[in-house]
């Protein structure tokens, strides 16, 4: 698949890297410096190279949202016509201090997307889980037993596509239900967020669900 890359921050910049070294086309956009752009197509590898939201987002099977919530308009408008596009969004909606959500509760940052692109495809992915720890993850992809990787969205083909990149990326996607249900997800994400950068184990944490079943553990 082709992948726009919307913002070189540290989750654009390594979720890039990963989908380049597993084998997709990667455009990285949207930094203020084009040196940036092009080390990081550098380092990521051949098939990875650096443009401008538009030139990144034409052609594109994927589009993913990595940049700050107060940016969102901004890129959206470089990025020109993403009408009929699949956009992966694991930009939270953050106030500026990077303390709070500023949606909540009756909605929620990928909704609030969705209204912004009605005629694009909106998969909420990749946000519940820090930066630091996704190389580990990625490296450790051939293990038999994954860290889960929640995501939602209202349309099932869109879905399959975001949950084999989920899976590139090393994770087991674990599929939440329509995108309203980033009104949980979100605060999740928070919370996952204050265990990695609050707590003492350091920001390398991913999250794992199991399933048991009770009328098995009760006979047993």
Known sequence: MRIAMLGAGLMGSKLGTIFARAGHEVVFSYSRSRKKLERLAHEAGRRARAGTPAEAAEGADVVLL???????????????????????????PMDARNTTLVIGRDSSGAEVLAGKLPKACVVSAFGTVPSEVLFAVFEARRRARRPSLVYCGDEEQAK?????????????????????????????????GELAYGGAGGPGLAYQFQRFDERASLSG
């Open 66 to 92: 990595a940049v700050h919530w107060n940016q969102v308009d901004d890129v959206l408008s470089q990025a020109s016509d993403l009408s009929g596009k699949l956009i992966v969004t694991c930009s939270l």
């Open 160 to 192: 399959g596509v975001a949950a084999r990149l989920i899976r590139d990326a090393g994770f087991e996607p674990e599929d939440a239900g329509p995108l309203r249900t980033a009104r949980y997800i979100e605060p999740f994400a928070l919370l996952m």
